[in-house]
């Protein structure tokens, strides 16, 4: 019997560092929340993505599920989710992973701001946030509101472009 330990592959010099610095990065406004792209999928071979998320009183994606893993880091202040039916808080310095398809909403009941790190495996929601969403100036900008009819556009949008991303919207998680 044979013990031998797979190997691991060859570098690829056509992969390169990351490094994400703010002045450079895409500030996304989404759903009243701002998402700031650190790392994309082209530049993790489509492994993960990892999103800078400032979620401000309130805030928070609807109930969904999507068929990729997402982690959520707390850095700031506390988010209640819902997972699979039940309610729970996240609190700064924890670490949610919500596992791939599970119906799931994470929203911001507390009075302050929450600042959170999202990372997405494999990669993609990314690109569904640079589609749906519109740029802002900085990681703390709000998205513009939107009138009642743009709204109505937008949730169109959303539901239209949600399945090209492997993404549900859900009455309730």
Do not use: W
Not at 159 to 173: F, G, H, N
């Amino acid at each position: 019997m044979s013990s031998a330990q797979p190997t691991i592959p060859p570098d690829d010099p056509k992969r390169s560092l990351t490094l994400a610095q703010l002045e450079n990065l895409p500030h996304i406004g989404l759903v009243g929340d701002t998402y700031t792209i650190t790392v994309t999928g082209e530049q993790t071979a489509g492994r993960f993505c990892v999103i800078d998320m400032h979620i401000p009183p309130g805030g928070g994606p609807p109930p969904h599920r999507h068929d990729f893993e997402e982690t959520f880091i707390l850095l700031e202040g506390q988010m209640e989710t819902t997972f699979r039916g039940q309610n729970s808080t996240v609190r700064a310095g924890e670490t949610l992973n919500i596992p791939a398809n599970a119906p799931h909403q994470v929203h911001n009941a507390s009075g302050e701001a929450v600042r959170m790190l999202c990372i997405c495996s494999p990669a993609g929601q990314e690109k569904f946030f640079l589609e749906v969403g519109v740029p802002v100036a900085t990681r703390v900008t709000p998205p513009p509101k939107l009138s009642e009819k743009d709204q109505a556009a937008f949730i169109e949008k959303v539901k239209a472009l949600a399945p090209k991303y492997r993404t549900e919207l859900l009455r309730e998680a």
